[in-house]
């Protein structure tokens, strides 16, 4: 599947991006080893989501939905699992298999975890390495790369670990694996990651501490059932709110989209860019913070990203780099090494198609060096045929990019834009993107 995308004089209207796909994630995994039932609103009906919600049908919890949105969780309880017949696909999805490999590591049952092409490909020791220390055993491929085999344990030990990268999945998956340990785990991280698991962890009446930039939590505790209500997805609806900066008339508002202080990397970003971005009617739905947000036209400058800021927009790099490339001046990122290892190398991916399009985008170890061509009228850079390497977030990055281009641009092998963002090419229409999809 390929899109063809061309420029357009304005974009406006107001639209709601999916749910947000790490807490998707999270609702299916908690509510499954709850007691009772657990409904949930709002819920990602994207690929990598249901991947997970699969997994746990094969682990023997029953699971009504999605129907728009809309799922039930009928919990097992914390040991109620049941070993799967076959092997646990996760798909593309990388989250999946790190927090699965943490919540299956205690449960005393065999389990193979396994992933399409790409995920077969990332680094799995990032976990493996912690939940071992744990008393977990698990085997990997050559290089420590799935499939990531679980085989059963009869009790897992607490650790104390201080995260060598800064990484929510390594996290969630440390603590998850705590809930069936014995004694306090606790996980140091280097710098903020996404806090969702704590979150919705005591939305299910686990006690979890947080002292600083350490999160700890006791073995033996239940989980009991609650309602869910999903905020629309940040890393979503940052496509739009780089769309509606670079783009030359625009007005553009996201409704209920998720702020969790650990995910607004973006916002502080583009804010330090000079973006025109308000959040309006904030408020909390379910323990998470969400809000309205309106993006206008702006002129955007280049800047040096702080580096305590890319550990909260880490998945939302992609699209920053489109808007770095549309700002006057230099964008520079520093610290960034784990683009490297996500569904694509991000940032040499990056680096080759916006160079393609002839902008100056020089690729370092751990971040990029690009030369904005500015936002003034008439100031274009070229189209060019894009490959996406079949990463969701290079293909709707690129789409973004198209806006500004003097030509009709092709961006290849986006058939994995599904597995976040499923009515990505509807939005974007509704909102006048000139966007058509080639099967």
Partial sequence: MHYTVSQVA???GVIRVPGDKSISHR???????????????GFLEGEDALSTMNAFRALGVRIEGPHSGRVVVHGVGREGLKAPAGDLDCGNSGTSMRLMSGLLAGQGLAATLVGDESLSKRPMRRVTDPLSQMGATMRTAEGGRPPLHIDPVTHLKAIDYELPMASAQVKSAVLLAGLYAEGVTRVTEPAPTRDHTERMLRGFGVDVKVDGRTVSLAGGQRLKACDIDVPADISSAAFFLVAASIAENADVTLQHVGINPTRTGIIDILRLMGANLEL????EVGGEPVADI??????????????????????????????????????????????????????????DGLKSCGIDAQPTPDGMVIQGLGHLPGVRYDGASIQSHGDHRIAMSFTVAALRARSAMTVNDCRNVATSFPNFVELAQTIGFDLKVHP
């Fill in 10 to 12: 304005n974009l406006s």
């Fill in 280 to 283: 309006l009617n904030p408020r």
């Fill in 294 to 351: 309106r993006v206008r036209s702006a002129q955007l400058k280049g800047i040096h990203i702080p580096e305590d800021l890319v550990p909260l927009a880490i998945d939302e790099f992609p699209v920053l780099f489109v808007a770095a490339a549309n700002a006057v001046g230099t964008t520079v990122l520093t610290g960034a090494e784990e683009l490297r290892v996500k569904e694509s190398d991000r940032i040499a991916v990056m680096a």
């Fill in 27 to 41: 609702s299916i995994m908690l509510g499954s080893i709850a007691d009772g039932t657990t409904h949930v609103e």
